[in-house]
């Protein structure tokens, strides 16, 4: 099992119904894929030291679950969720940085 572990920083501009639709559509272009076995997404709980952040403050997690890496490597050359991807970075230019890793056992 592989997991795409994804941190997100939105725009102020976002709100959180738009929020919410980009999680809706981008748990479907996922799942549709057929590729992965599970998304999951949260809120970033902030703190007050979030505003020094060296690299950007968090608004969000998601986590993508795959068989193995080649399976991740065809889900993100996956037609779809460019679409996806360049559709929302038109609408609200976001960052995002991620990891691939094996699943943690905290």
């Given amino acids: ?30 799942l549709g ?10 809120p970033h709980l902030r703190l007050p030291d979030d505003d020094y952040a060296p690299v950007f403050v968090s608004s969000a997690i998601a986590e ?20 996806f991807r360049d559709k929302w970075q038109a609408k609200y230019p976001y960052k995002v940085i991620w990891v691939n890793h094996e699943k943690l056992t905290v």
């Fill in 1 to 30: 099992m592989i997991i795409h572990t994804l941190v997100f920083s939105f725009s102020d501009a976002m709100s959180d119904a738009e929020r919410n639709q980009f999680f809706v559509e981008m748990d479907d272009v996922i």
């Fill in 33 to 42: 894929s057929g590729l992965a076995e599970k998304i999951d997404h949260k």
């Fill in 64 to 83: 993508i679950s795959c068989k193995d890496l080649p399976t991740l490597q065809k889900l993100t050359g996956y037609p779809e969720l460019g679409k």
